[in-house]
Nanobody
Framework: QVQLVESGGGLVQPGGSLRLSCAAS????????MGWYRQAPGKQRELVAT???????NYVDDVKDRFTISGNNAKNTVYLQMNSLKPEDTAVYYC???????????WGQGTQVTVSS
């Protein structure tokens, strides 16, 4: 089994920054994809960014110039640096880990990000 523990959410003013962290533990293969999704009230969960191990990062267009996803492979940890935050970024952010060899996806418990003045 895999466990994902997120941290770093909170309340920030428009234009501010936050850094989310997600640490994975358990039975993880050497090849996987970690990412961040978000779900705003009344909306479906949507992809924000992903990073593969080994591999590269991918972003949705809305965050491409403002958010940066990075990972520490040795610690099975992924980070999401969010800059120039907008009120529309307000959502619960979920960490996700996908293991292709088993086609299984795991989710964290979610962390609230609120962008408001």
């Amino acid at each position: 089994q895999v466990q994902l523990v997120e941290s770093g959410g909170g309340l920030v003013q428009p234009g501010g920054s936050l850094r989310l962290s997600c640490a994975a533990s358990g039975s993880i293969s050497n090849i996987y994809t970690m990412g961040w999704y978000r779900q705003a009230p009344g909306k479906q969960r949507e992809l924000v960014a992903t990073i593969t191990n080994p591999g590269s990062a991918n972003y949705v267009d809305d965050v491409k110039d403002r958010f940066t996803i990075s990972g520490n492979n040795a610690k099975n940890t992924v980070y999401l640096q969010m800059n120039s935050l907008k009120p529309e970024d307000t959502a619960v952010y979920y960490c996700s880990l996908y293991i292709p060899i088993s086609a299984r996806r795991f989710w964290g418990q979610g962390t609230q990000v609120t962008v408001s003045s």
